[in-house]
């Protein structure tokens, strides 16, 4: 018996609490989906080849991805095009936004908040696999809580904060 349509619909969004006090609800963006999209030019060949080695199955070690400081401006794009999808509320649009339609533009975002937007949404690798996409976004947003509550200074969220 095939699987209901009511089931097929995509996961909840998570209500993230970024650097900057604001919040958007996010998703885990597709990666895959995005460089196989025709729409893929903003994705750097170093982000594609390693993708294209995991669908191919390709069993070797993965190359180090040194980020040199040519490749920082294709990086914020990547950047930028992650923030996009894997924020489904506001709507991050790029150039002028009409807020009154619940859109942002992604220039409105702070570099920081786009940071961990992206280590959010960005699936993980084999050694994060047990952690699920609420679990990151729960423990990005005590991270968050933490910080601007320690006056900028990291720290381990505590056991209250856990309980």
């Known amino acids: 018996m095939a699987t209901p349509a009511a089931q097929w619909k995509r996961q909840e969004a998570q209500t993230l609490k ?4 604001n919040s958007v609800d996010v998703y885990e963006a597709d990666i895959l989906g995005m460089i196989m999209s025709g729409d893929n030019e903003d994705v750097p060949d170093f982000i594609t080849a390693q993708v294209m080695r995991g669908v191919s199955g390709t069993k070797t070690k993965a190359p180090n991805l040194d980020i040199t400081p040519d490749k920082l401006p294709e990086f914020g794009q990547f950047i930028d095009r992650v923030v996009r999808a894997g924020v489904v509320s506001p709507h991050v649009v790029v150039g002028e936004a009409d ?5 942002i533009s992604i220039d409105d975002l702070t570099f920081a908040d786009k940071f961990l937007i992206f280590q959010v949404v960005m699936p993980q690798g084999e050694a994060q696999a047990a952690i699920t996409f609420r679990q990151r976004v729960e423990k990005a947003n005590m991270g968050v809580v933490d910080y601007r509550e320690n006056g900028g200074g990291a720290t381990e969220p505590t056991t209250e904060d856990t309980e």
């Open 18 to 21: 970024l650097p900057s006090g």
């Open 99 to 103: 807020y009154d339609a619940g859109q």
